[in-house]
C-alpha cells in the first residue's frame, strides 16, 4: 500500500524500491507449505507489486524495465485483462504498433465482450492505415456496446 501511495505522490523511485523490498521478503508460490489459498492470496500480491513497479517505470520511461515487471505479473496471473492493456501501451509508447495490437487482440480474444478492445484495436489498425481492419473492429465495437441493456 506504501508503494502505491509513493506511486501516487509521483514518488517513482521510492515507490519502486518499497516493490524491491516487498519482492525479496514475500513468500515464494511455489512453496511446498502453502495450501491453494494462501499460494492465490501470494499471487494475488505478487501481481499487484510488479503492476505497480511495472507503472512506475513506465512513469520514468524506462519502457524495457516496465515491460519486464508486467510480464512477471502476466507469468503469475494470464488472465489479468489490465496487465494486457498496459503491456500494450508500453508497446506503443515505443512504436512498436504490431505488438500492441498483438496484445490488445489476445485480450479482445480473452474478453469478447468488452467493446474497449475492438475499439482499441481500430484505432491502432487506423494508425497502420489499414481501414478496412479498422472498421471491422469499429463495427464490433459499436456493436458489443449496442448489445448493452
Known amino acids: 500500500d506504501l508503494a502505491k501511495l509513493e506511486l501516487w505522490h509521483k514518488n517513482n523511485d521510492q515507490s519502486i524500491e518499497l516493490v524491491d523490498q516487498a519482492l525479496k521478503v514475500a513468500t515464494p508460490i511455489d512453496s511446498p507449505y502453502l495450501n491453494s489459498l494462501h499460494k492465490r492470496d501470494i499471487e494475488t500480491e505478487l501481481v499487484s507489486l510488479y503492476e505497480i513497479q511495472g507503472i512506475a517505470y513506465r512513469y520514468k520511461k524506462n519502457y524495457t524495465l516496465a515491460l519486464k515487471a508486467y510480464e512477471k505479473a502476466q507469468a503469475i496471473d494470464p488472465y489479468y485483462l489490465t496487465l494486457y492493456k498496459e503491456i500494450a501501451d508500453i508497446y506503443y509508447l515505443k512504436g512498436d504498433i504490431d505488438s500492441a495490437l498483438k496484445y490488445n487482440l489476445h485480450a479482445f480474444e480473452l474478453n469478447p465482450h ?10 491502432l489498425y487506423r494508425e497502420k492505415k489499414d481501414l478496412a481492419k479498422a472498421e471491422v473492429y469499429d463495427r464490433l465495437a459499436r456493436e458489443i456496446n449496442s448489445a448493452k441493456p
Request: aromatic share 10%; proline share 10%.
Open 114 to 123: 468488452d467493446a474497449n478492445w475492438p475499439a482499441a484495436i481500430s484505432l
